[in-house]
């Protein structure tokens, strides 16, 4: 990094500063701030850290986890508690910039993984661990002004531009045509989104084994129990404040949320 160049610290701190104040950063002083996405999570664990969301919790217990293709490096944050709620929910309490809508599933470990399971672990058996599944709704929101313009890695330091979470009930896991399975979301007065097959890796367990090696790269094991939610159906609607919104992946199940 060049010395005249923001330092992660700096970068933490307006993060933290950005969260605390409801407001948003512009994104062109700290364009050439993260080199590499292992920098950009040491951000994301520092604003944590700051903030408070996990009181020294060594694998926090909802994720939020995807890619736009298999092909893609998938990325992963943490969510703070306090915006994981279950369906019905009012999120009027929360402050949001400029909130959007993903359709989600989320997926339920029932069983602890170690690091060593997590390095063993492909694509074929991750889903095993699984015990239960769920329809979620993730409001994106980013403390970067101009989003589209924002870097990757400055949206991934931002907790992959996390508002909040909803969960709906819990249901067993079992395996689904994911290619046939429907989605349908309607928020506020516009038309419902109807999408079929459209999860970008195909598959929700797919990123399991990915997201489980990040989780353990440290050494700790995941307790069962820890919820990541996968990617969305419908890339990301428009929402404004006091929208309903609802969402159904037949099923498998439905919510519903105020923003």
């Known amino acids: 990094m060049n010395p005249s160049q923001p330092s992660q610290t700096a970068l933490t701190d307006a993060l933290v500063a950005a969260r605390r104040g409801n407001r948003t950063l512009d994104a062109s002083p700290w364009t050439d701030t993260l080199a590499t996405g292992a920098q950009a999570y040491e951000v994301q664990d520092a604003v944590a850290a700051a903030l408070g969301w996990f009181d020294g919790q060594p694998v926090p217990g909802t994720w939020k986890s995807g890619g736009g293709s298999r092909t893609a490096t998938l990325t992963h944050a943490p969510l703070p508690p306090a915006g994981v709620r279950q369906s019905p929910a009012d999120f009027g309490d929360l402050s949001f910039n400029a909130p959007g809508i993903e359709a989600e599933v989320a ?86 989104v109807v999408r079929e097959g459209t999860h970008p890796l195909a598959d929700p367990a797919w990123l399991l084994p990915i997201w489980l090696r990040h989780l353990t790269r440290h050494g700790q094991t995941v307790p069962a129990g820890t919820v990541v939610t996968t990617g969305s159906w419908v890339g990301i609607l428009p929402c404004r404040r006091g ?4 969402v159904e992946f037949p099923g498998i199940g439905g919510v519903r949320l105020s923003v």
């Open 107 to 192: 997926l339920r470990l029932g069983q602890d993984v170690t690091p060593a399971q997590a390095a063993k672990l492909d694509h074929d058996n991750a889903a095993s661990l699984v015990d239960a599944m769920t329809v979620s709704v993730e409001i994106v929101d980013s403390r970067w002004q101009d989003l589209a313009a924002t870097p990757a890695l400055l949206r991934l330091a931002d907790s992959q531009v996390h508002g909040a979470l909803l969960l709906g009930e819990w249901k067993p896991y079992a395996a689904v045509d994911w290619a046939s399975q429907r989605c349908e979301a309607k928020v506020g007065d516009a038309d419902t």
């Open 243 to 246: 929208d309903q919104v609802t």
